[in-house]
Structure formats: C-alpha cells, structure tokens
C-alpha cells in the first residue's frame, strides 16, 4: 500500500465488506468459495482506486463516471447492514 493512504485502504475494505456481505446469498446460489476467493480482491482494489482517484483527482472521476454509468442504471439505495 502506498503510503499516506491508510485512511482510503480502510474505506475500501469496509465498504468492499459490505458488498461481499450484499453478495452472500448470489455466491452460494451461483459462485464457488474459490471464485469469491479471487472476487473479493478485485472488489477491493477497484473500491481503493475509485476512493484514490475521487480524491486526488475529483475531474477524471467525473468523467470517468460520465462516460461509464450506464443511463439504465437505477438510482442506489440503501441496504441494510
């Protein structure tokens, strides 16, 4: 981990426990562990780069967020923990 970035490594792996949480009941109807196993780090990273770049570069993010948040999207709401 880079230094100076324990504060978003912290961030990512909650939120990114929070999504495996969320998953629990898709991945034992659908995903074996061992696919979890390689999942969740590749949750977890995107999680810390998108932290990383939303604060460190708030204008790329933007426009990353423009031209890859499909309109089909629904709005986010929120789970319970």
């Known amino acids: 981990m880079v230094v100076g970035r324990e504060k978003e490594d912290f961030c990512a792996k909650t939120i990114a426990a929070v999504v ?20 969740n ?22 426009l990353y967020g423009k031209l890859y948040i499909p309109d089909y999207w629904e709005d986010c709401e929120l789970v319970r923990l």
Not at 20 to 39: C, I, P, S, W, Y
């Open 20 to 39: 495996r949480n969320q998953m629990d009941g898709f991945h034992v109807k659908h995903l074996t562990d061992a696919q979890m196993e390689e999942l």
């Open 41 to 62: 780090p590749i949750i977890r990273n995107a999680i810390f780069t998108a932290l990383i770049h939303i604060n460190e570069n708030p204008e790329v993010m933007s």
